[in-house]
């Protein structure tokens, strides 16, 4: 080793890479820290003048002691000593368990008195605890990290050995407290050479209590590693016997009183002597209700199959239950090299368990500072380096009470984080469970424990999967789709309880082709159900939502194996629709809900209408209780093997076994998901499915009289009210058969009278479907109402956001949140619906911007297209009939190809004829005459062939008229404004609005930027004046400006400048994108051969080969006073032309028309409108880039182009208005 190049610890003699990693090193020292920190007890033992308490056996057999307060002693000296902790090899672990086998032996020890309990953490300090209590109850201080406890038990004079956490590789040298009733007594230190603890005499009266069998064995409950999340009392330990002379160990799962799960037990065969190797012996059986290798066993091979390494970092920067979405780019290389080896390792045939769980965990130490991470990547071992890495901590998972007002920073983050990367409604959906009250509960909780468990009921032998051979022809999918599978992963998604994320997995797909060939090789096998060790890749984090009374519990797997759920789900998707028919519209079918929706309210119609017939019409909902938890996987296996065979091998993989559902990575499993499916599993809602088909097919079979429509697990009947009873009884018969039971409280029907022996409600006003109401005109009102507050209950955290994010909840999820109602209710039925929420939507909006009120023009821009000027955000009282007409016609198609008996009711259908005559321009078919009768102007529109147009097709057609309406009367009241509105309706001028939901740097503005450019986009004047009121520009002197006025003012120069320069850079970094080999030099001179003129300065001098080009930048307010005197009509580009004919004068009079051919007067209006030399200079660029890959980067150079014109010009035009605003002056009328 080169001395000079290397550092060495004098304290730990840790190899550092140099003398600053030395002194890095240092100050993270645990050795050094506790040499320094705290004397040996000889040494405080010297300075007192006492004698020394030495833990010496007695005379005879080494496991000899000769009183009780020295066997605690011993027995902690023997795990910390052999390991437990594995200081240095496995071997010292194997014989730890023979030595401390034949020390129980060999004494009989009475029954204790008293609980005690001893603590050990290789982190921090050691504790040795000691507490006095007759009911039994542990203490609830405890340690942060890897720890072992002896805890006593005076009911039934039991003491107890568990070591509670993987291992560490760390010396022994903590140090350790004696505390009594709460008080430090005592504080003695752990030897580093011979590894020991002094115990003092004030533990005499201390006795520790053994159980002495028949046959003279001595049994100690409990031997066990397991993790834990909460308190001492919930740490999951192990029965060690002693068997016979050849120190055969048995391992017995006990669980906690609150896990609920029964025993498992599973062997470790030992044998004597110092080179005994202990191997885990798993029962081959499946079983039902646990995974085939449990908590304990699992990571009891962990702690004894791994060999022992180097540790790098500290446990605080390992995170192993964090989700790690990104890797900083100076460790990619042996990051995902370290990936590639241990994902080669994980999906042999051969694997073990620890070589899935390398693989699993590798992401967490990506933390590693980078030459550790260089270093760790380089092990022979790359599994054994992992593991040893996995230093289970402590951490703080408890939710701390805040005041009902206030709103935790840790949920603004989040929703900010999903903002960023355009997953705005589920940032909502988070906000209005913060509202709601519904929030994570703790699983630790004996009462919540219980109910998760009643909510995942044990697996009978009727769910047992039927052994069978499922390896048919093997899934095969293009590596293309895989690609598109993960690009449509959602960014900032949770992971289950391993550090694997949706944006890790993407990151390390597109590194390199090795990876991605490894990735795939990797993906298909999982499908195929062909990977080792699922029990290890199943495990899944258990989320308990409480709402109200009301628990919800959420498994979410490992991000690889959703990743293979919904490939699966793409690939069997069409199998899977035709088999389940069209009755089941949750699954494959477009707008499904809106079916069923329309499908009831035709039924609705004939109910309450006169007709003599429909008095005996009923509507059934029936709710299934604990459906997706409960159904029988048997059920599934056949469906699938009906349908998708090719899925079976898939689903046996995931399902033939018990999966362990736990809190998080450190967790033993707190139950296990045996029947039915997993909820989380994008699979799922399509196993489901799958089951439930084969049973309603019948039930529609048996009662063909009736139409069964079902939405997932929601179920609804249309018919004669006593055949639905009839036909729900039969259903509940057959469901029992399927694990499934109906709640009767929930279940509801709407009739106008109660049928004959009905044990369900029955409701004469209407019954809710999907959430919508379905009834009379009082019940679907409402429940509207009650509908309108719960959406609207989030624009009161707006506040806590910024302007551009608040923004973004407002457009893209609140204001969208209707679309569904308005979409399957009938226009006069959603109208004050549709009125009131307008009028939330527009009061979020004013208090946004800071406007006082909006006028009609404000109102109509709020609802026009981005693409036509507009802010996009449609107004429900202006889309509902187009809404309802388009999604109402579409249903009906499907209706009357599937549903006959809902069709034939048509007679009863209520609807506005005139409202479709009104779109008769924009729908296929509308027959002409005047006839509104269904036969005579429907049916012929949902029998054409041409299809039905879409709600935005539809709604771009009569966006148009409205647009040039108000241009119109906008050039004869305000023309600035029309022209300012004219120039903003092209496409590609609106990213900006965009940009509070990306993450890239250069696409962010300012609040008060943002604030502006909303304000010009809405038409809002700069001043707010309720009396009219004239002002004077103080920096040009100009009088009674107009509200544009700052755009186009040119005495703030700077400002001007600087939205200049914008521009500029923004063009020169798109020129060096899209053609490499340009040489661009930006404020560049033109020479000038001409006697008498002077040199005019460029803003870019860009040379293309032989080929050199001048570009000059200018920026124009379409909306000044000149530009709109010459643009009367409102012709678009009039502004860009004016200035473009400026510059071409102004070289051509310097350097003559030589120079016109190879000058660019790249002109941009103030809204971000190109002139058409500018434009036609892209296209140019755009064409000097050979074909190929070159093409895909210039589309994206092109489009980032576009929107960081966008957006400098929004930063530019924010100051100009600010200033104005502030240095204007008013004058007298």
């Known amino acids: 080793v080169n001395a000079d190049r290397y550092a060495f610890c004098d304290a730990c003699k840790q190899v550092c890479f140099n003398a600053a990693a030395l002194k890095r090193h240092q100050h993270a020292c645990k050795v050094l820290k506790g040499s320094h920190s705290r004397p040996t007890s000889s040494q405080r033992t010297e300075a007192s003048g006492a004698e020394p308490a030495v833990m010496a056996r007695s005379e005879g057999s080494p496991g000899s002691y000769s009183d009780p307060q020295t066997v605690l002693g011993s027995l902690v000296e023997r795990a910390t000593e052999n390991t437990f902790i594995r200081d240095k090899q496995p071997k010292p672990a194997r014989r730890g368990l023979k030595r401390f086998n034949e020390l129980i032996k060999s004494d009989d020890f009475s029954s204790g008195q008293e609980d005690f309990m001893c603590d050990y953490d290789s982190d921090i300090d050691s504790e040795l605890l000691l507490r006095r209590n007759s009911q039994n109850n542990f203490l609830t201080k405890r340690p942060k990290s890897d720890h072992l406890c002896l805890i006593g038990d005076d009911t039934m004079g039991i003491a107890t050995l568990s070591i509670v956490a993987p291992v ?31 115990i003092s005499e004030n533990i005499n009266n201390r006795t520790i209590g053994m159980e002495s069998n028949n046959d003279g064995n001595v049994s100690i409950p409990a031997l066990a590693v397991c993790s834990t999340t909460g308190s001492g009392s919930e740490n999951v330990s192990s029965t060690l016997e002693n068997t016979n002379s050849q120190s055969n160990l048995r391992v017995t799962t006990v669980q906690p009183s609150h896990a609920g799960n029964s025993h498992e037990e599973s062997a470790i065969a030992g044998q004597s002597g110092e080179d005994a190797n202990p191997a885990i012996t798993l029962n081959p059986d499946v ?65 073990s368990k620890n070589d899935v769980l390398s693989f699993l965990l590798c992401p967490a130490v990506s933390s590693l500072e980078t030459v550790d991470l260089t270093t760790l990547a380089h092990e022979t071992d790359v599994t054994s380096a992992v593991l040893n890495q996995w230093r289970l901590h402590r951490y703080d998972t408890i939710h701390y009470p805040c005041s009902a007002s206030a709103v935790p920073k840790s949920l603004l983050v989040k929703c900010e984080k999903l903002i960023r990367v355009n997953r705005v409604g589920d940032a909502v959906k988070r906000l209005d469970s913060f509202i709601n009250k519904i929030k994570p509960v703790s699983l630790l909780d004996p009462i919540i424990s219980d109910r998760i468990k009643s909510l995942h009921p044990k697996a009978s032998d009727k769910d047992r999967l039927p052994v069978t051979d499922v390896s048919g022809s093997p899934v095969d999918f293009t590596i293309e789709t895989l690609a598109d599978a ?203 499915c799958l089951g439930i088909a084969k049973t309603l097919d019948n039930l529609s079979n048996k009662f063909p009289d009736i139409t069964i429509l079902a939405y997932l697990d929601d179920i609804f009947m249309l018919g004669d009210s006593d055949r639905c009873l009839a036909a729900f009884k039969n259903l509940s018969t057959n469901f029992g058969q399927l694990g499934l039971k109906f709640n009767k409280n929930k279940c509801t029907m709407f009739a106008k009278h109660t049928p004959v022996n009905c044990d369900v409600s029955v409701s004469r006003n209407g019954i809710m479907v999907l959430g919508l109401p379905v009834g009379d005109a009082e019940f679907i009102q409402s429940h509207l109402e009650k509908q309108r507050v719960a959406q ?69 821009v709020r609802s026009l297209p981005v693409q036509m000027g507009g802010l996009g955000m449609k107004k429900l009282s202006s889309i509902k009939e187009v809404a309802y007409t388009t999604s109402w016609l579409t249903s009906l198609q499907y209706i009357k190809l599937n549903f006959s008996l809902v069709y034939d009711s048509r007679a009863n259908i209520l609807f506005d004829g005139e409202m479709i005559r009104n779109l008769a321009s924009v729908l296929p078919h509308v027959p002409d005459g005047d006839s509104n009768q269904f036969d005579d102007l429907i049916v012929p529109i949902i029998s054409g062939r041409s299809p039905i147009p879409t709600q935005k097709e539809l709604a771009k057609t009569l966006d148009r008229p409205r647009l040039e309406a108000l241009l119109n009367r906008l050039k004869l009241t305000s023309p600035e404004k029309a022209a300012w509105l004219m120039s903003s309706s092209m496409e590609g001028l609106h990213s900006w609005l965009n940009c509070g939901t990306t993450d890239i740097a250069g696409l962010s503005i300012d609040d008060a930027d943002f604030v502006e450019a909303i304000r010009l986009r809405l038409l809002l004047p700069i001043h707010e004046d309720i009396i009219p009121t004239n002002r004077r520009c103080k920096s040009c ?110 070289y051509q009079e310097a350097y003559g028309p030589d120079i016109l051919p190879v000058l660019v007067p790249f002109v941009v209006e103030s809204t971000g409108r190109l002139g058409v030399k500018a434009k036609e200079f892209i296209d140019r660029l755009c064409g000097l880039v050979p074909g190929g890959r070159a093409n895909k980067q210039l589309q994206k150079a092109r489009k980032f182009f576009y929107s960081r014109l966008a957006v400098f010009l929004v930063k530019g035009n924010g100051p100009l208005i600010r200033c104005f605003r502030q240095t204007c002056e008013t004058l007298r009328n």
């Open 1037 to 1146: 002197r100009a009088e009674k400006c107009s509200d544009l006025h700052a755009l186009s003012c040119k005495i703030p120069s700077s400002l001007r400048i600087t939205r200049h320069n914008f521009v500029r850079d923004a063009l020169h970094k798109f020129v060096k994108s899209a053609v490499n080999t340009a040489i661009v030099t930006p404020e560049s001179k033109i020479p000038n051969s001409r006697e008498g003129k002077s040199q005019l300065k460029a803003d870019l001098m860009i040379n293309l080969g032989p080929q050199t080009i001048y570009v000059d930048v200018a920026i124009t307010n379409p909306s000044s006073p000149s530009n709109v005197r010459g643009n009367v009509e409102l012709v678009p580009l009039v502004a860009a032309d004016h200035m473009e004919k400026a510059k071409r004068t102004k």
């Open 287 to 351: 079983s039902l209700n646990h995974a085939s290798s449990n908590d304990t066993e699992f990571i009891v091979d962990d702690l004894l199959g791994v060999e022992d390494g180097r540790v790098y970092g500290s446990s605080e920067n390992l995170k192993f239950h964090m989700p790690i979405r990104d890797v900083r780019k100076n460790k990619l290389v042996p990051f995902m090299g370290l990936v590639e080896a241990c994902l080669q390792r994980a999906i042999l045939e051969t694997s």
């Open 486 to 688: 993960i690009s449509e992963l959602p960014k900032e998604s949770g992971c289950g309880i391993y550090p694997w994320s949706n944006d890790l997995i993407k990151l390390c797909f597109e590194y390199n082709d090795n990876l991605k060939q490894l990735i795939y090789r990797f993906v298909k096998l999982l499908v195929n159900g062909k990977i080792s060790n699922k029990e290890v890749w199943l495990r899944s984090r258990l989320i308990a939502l409480a709402n109200g009374e009301k628990l919800r519990p959420i498994a979410i797997s490992d991000s690889w194996i959703r990743l293979g759920s919904r490939i699966m789900v793409k690939l069997c998707l069409a199998e899977v629709d035709t088999y389940i028919g069209a009755k089941q519209l949750g699954i494959g079918k477009k707008g499904g809900a809106e079916i069923l929706v329309h499908a009831t309210n035709i039924m609705r119609d004939k109910l309450l209408s006169a007709d003599v017939s429909a008095a005996a019409l009923g509507i059934f909902g029936l709710d299934c209780a604990n459906a997706f938890n409960s159904i029988r996987r048997s059920k599934i296996a056949e469906g699938i093997r009906a349908a998708c065979p090719k899925l079976l091998p898939y689903f046996y993989w995931c399902y033939e076994s018990a999966t362990d559902l736990c809190a998080d990575v450190y967790s033993p499993a707190v139950c296990a998901s045996a029947s039915g499916v997993r909820q989380g599993d994008p699979l799922g809602p399509m196993l489901f």
């Open 792 to 860: 609207v209950k989030a624009l009161q955290l707006l506040e806590h956001f910024q302007t551009q994010q608040a923004y973004a909840i407002l457009k893209t999820s609140i204001n969208q949140r209707p679309v569904f109602n308005v979409r399957s209710l009938t226009p006069v039925s959603v109208s004050d619906y549709a009125v009131r929420f307008d009028e939330n939507v527009d009061a979020a909006l004013k208090t946004m911007v800071n406007a006082n009120r909006f006028d009609e023009d404000s109102s109509i």
């Open 168 to 198: 560490t590789t760390h010396t022994v040298t903590n140090s350790a407290a004696l505390i009594t009733n709460g008080h430090e007594v005592l504080e003695e230190n752990i030897d580093e050479n011979s590894l020991y603890w002094d």
